[in-house]
T-cell receptor
Framework: GDSVTQMEGPVTLSEEAFLTINCTYT??????LFWYVQYPGEGLQLLLKATKADDKGSNKGFEATYRKETTSFHLEKGSVQVSDSAVYFCALSPGTASKLTFGTGTRLQVTL | NAGVMQNPRHLVRRRGQEARLRCSPM?????VYWYRQLPEEGLKFMVYLQKENIIDESGMPKERFSAEFPKEGPSILRIQQVVRGDSAAYFCASSPAGGRADTQYFGPGTRLTVL
């Protein structure tokens, strides 16, 4: 079945550092790929998405590129802020179906 | 403009009791999804409902778990005779008609602890 693997946390960075959170997937066909973010005490929010190979999703300085050849969707940000501290989830859905398959989440802690 | 509401936020039950988790979707949303997050694991899909219908329950355990989304009122996830392994965070999401994954809006979750 479908699965998502993302790097374990916590990831601790200083403010303005470069961020990479790795995500790889296994799926049949051509899934859509997502990054969700969860701030403390809140629900998951969609951060960005990509629906086909070589698409780049971007939002709030974060970006991720759908790489079919390596089945990856790594999340990157050039300069993190303390306010980016949260848990980040990589997810996929098969085509236009509704069911989301999530990775285990990566906790990011940004310090001054 | 309220988002997806879940209550209670925290629920403690003893083994053998029943747990009822409620989810009120965003205004105008007619699709509800339930996900469960066990400790140290990712969120896992449980069930997808529209008003008065279960569309996909492929992720629901076969016993003790049930879900409904009545014409009026919130969606309810019911767990009968809870066991310690049911301890988890339960997330609800809602979407407008169509059910595309990128339009799912998540609630803050209910943390269930079974003693």
């Amino acid at each position: 079945g479908d699965s998502v693997t993302q790097m374990e946390g916590p990831v601790t960075l200083s403010e303005e550092a470069f961020l990479t959170i790795n995500c790889t997937y296994t799926a049949t066909g051509y899934p859509s790929l997502f990054w969700y973010v969860q701030y403390p005490g809140e629900g998951l929010q969609l951060l960005l998405k990509a629906t086909k190979a070589d698409d780049k999703g971007s939002n709030k300085g974060f970006e991720a590129t759908y790489r079919k050849e390596t089945t990856s969707f790594h999340l990157e940000k050039g300069s993190v802020q303390v306010s980016d501290s949260a848990v980040y989830f990589c997810a996929l859905s098969p085509g236009t179906a509704s069911k989301l398959t999530f990775g285990t989440g990566t906790r990011l802690q940004v310090t001054l | 403009n309220a988002g997806v509401m879940q209550n209670p936020r925290h629920l403690v039950r003893r083994r053998g009791q029943e747990a009822r988790l409620r989810c009120s979707p965003m205004k105008g949303h007619s699709h509800v999804y339930w996900y469960r997050q066990l400790p140290e694991e990712g969120l896992k899909f449980m069930v997808y409902l529209q008003k008065e219908n279960i569309i996909d329950e492929s992720g629901m355990p076969k016993e003790r778990f049930s879900a409904e989304f009545p014409k009026e009122g919130p969606s309810i996830l019911r767990i009968q005779q809870v066991v310690r392994g049911d301890s988890a965070a339960y997330f609800c999401a809602s979407s407008p008609a169509g059910g595309r994954a990128d339009t799912q809006y998540f609630g803050p979750g209910t943390r269930l602890t079974v003693l």
